[in-house]
């Protein structure tokens, strides 16, 4: 490991080369985002090889359309609390 930073992934892509030239497999990758709460590689837009040897991952940002449907579905479960405490 040098004294700079190296970016593993980056726009959600991995970067082979730079895990081959860090010595670290896509295994070690996949677990050492698993470690950090990330289901799989596909969830992580960035990866950063620290010089101390920590992986910082950055999520990926959910497309406009998922966070508006969850912005319907919690609206939807506001609704139902307040129609169950009308009903009672």
């Known amino acids: ?44 837009d960035r990866a950063i090889l620290d010089p101390g040897g920590t992986i910082c991952f950055v999520a990926k940002e959910p497309p406009p359309d998922a966070a508006r449907h969850q912005q319907i579905l919690q609206r939807l479960d506001q609704i139902s609390a307040r129609l169950t405490a009308l009903r009672a």
Do not use: W, Y
């Open 1 to 44: 490991m040098g004294g700079d930073p190296d970016v593993l992934i980056e726009g959600g892509v991995v970067n082979p080369e730079r895990l081959q030239r860090e010595l670290i497999t896509i295994a070690e990758l996949e677990s050492a985002a698993h470690k950090q709460g990330f289901g799989s590689l596909a969830d992580i």
